[in-house]
């Protein structure tokens, strides 16, 4: 059988300069391919591979679709498309975003295992939330091996928490000794792969690959009673092992801390929006007021007063929610 050849990497916030020390300690001579997601704005423009190049010796590219995976080299994922893996090459797609980003970790790790099997070394690196934890539940799967940063050792905890929480991380390890284990794991040949039932992983992988059809039928998984955050359609709770997960009918997806988030976004958008529509509706009621009060229509003009006074009385409750939110902080994006 053949070493594991294909490492592949899920970072976000803290991840450049996490995959700058990967890059820096891995030798000229590495033999595997390394395949790396950041998160990155869409609109963005990614300096990664140059950063990445210009750190160690390996050659760094952004992926390109249809291109051959050579050994040695280091793809990054171009902003707004997922990088997923075939056999011997890379594939682009503008699929459904997973929680909410795209590219993101979990459909590279999921690709990956389909495709090399045990021949996979995933890492998730620092980021928030949980990107990257049910891609290497599947890496798992499919015989492969884990590999986690420390969260106590990572700028942003929250991936590799996520990911050690939730039993999936083979080696936790602090990033100095990272470069170290890829390259042990890479020149150590994996144990051969049992046979498992693929079936959700192929599901996933054809819905973020685009290659939609009347044969994938609904997700999989039961009807959760959530909207998705994105396109609102109806949400499939999807058990995988322990991990609980949510997909729409178009293909975004979230892990339950990825979904949450976005949830707390949307409840501080309507607030925003509740405040704006008080404050309009209290200034017109003002006019309104003062329009009769020239009038002489004092009584009605009374009427318009009190309205302007509650919308006043519950902007300031919605403002002071939005206080509160904001002292308590978040996690944020990444």
Not at 110 to 139: C, F, H, I, K
Not at 178 to 197: I, K, M, R, S
């Amino acid at each position: 059988m053949p070493a594991r050849d294909l490492v592949v990497i899920g970072a976000s916030a803290g991840g450049v300069e996490a995959l700058r020390e990967i890059a820096r300690q891995l030798p000229q001579d590495f033999p595997a391919a390394v395949l790396a997601v950041v998160h990155f704005p869409a609109d963005g423009t990614s300096m990664l591979p140059l950063i990445l190049a210009r750190r160690g010796p390996l050659p760094a590219t952004h992926a390109e679709d249809g291109a051959e995976i050579r050994p040695g080299t280091i793809y990054v994922a171009p902003p707004d498309r997922h990088l997923l893996v075939a056999p011997g090459r890379l594939c682009l797609s503008r699929g459904p975003r997973e929680n909410g980003h795209r590219p993101a970790a979990d459909p590279l790790f999921r690709s990956a295992a389909l495709a090399y099997g045990p021949r996979v070394v995933a890492v998730v690196l620092s980021g928030n939330l949980d990107d990257g934890t049910a891609g290497l539940a599947a890496v798992q799967r499919h015989g492969g091996t884990t590999v986690v940063q420390d969260p106590d050792d990572a700028l942003y905890p929250g991936m590799p928490r996520a990911a050690v929480e939730a039993g999936v991380a083979e080696h936790v390890v602090p990033l100095a000794d990272l470069p170290a284990l890829l390259v042990t794991l890479a020149n150590t040949e994996p144990e051969e792969a049992l046979p498992v039932d693929d079936s959700l992983d192929r599901y996933e992988n054809a819905v973020t690959g685009m290659r939609q059809g009347p044969a994938l039928g609904e997700p999989p998984g039961e009807p959760a009673g959530l909207v998705c955050p994105e396109c609102k359609g109806s949400l499939f709770e999807i058990r995988d092992g322990e991990l609980v997960r949510y997909r729409c009918r178009v293909g975004h997806s979230y892990g339950g801390e990825a979904l949450l988030e976005h949830q707390t976004r949307q409840v501080e958008e309507a607030l925003w929006t509740a405040l704006q529509v008080l404050n309009e509706r209290a200034s017109l009621s003002r006019r309104a007021a003062e329009r009769l009060e020239r009038r002489g229509n004092s009584a009605v003009a009374g009427r318009f007063r009190e309205a302007a006074s509650e919308s006043d009385r519950l902007a300031a409750v919605v403002s002071g929610v939005l206080r509160i939110g904001s002292e308590n902080g978040g996690r944020g994006e990444g």
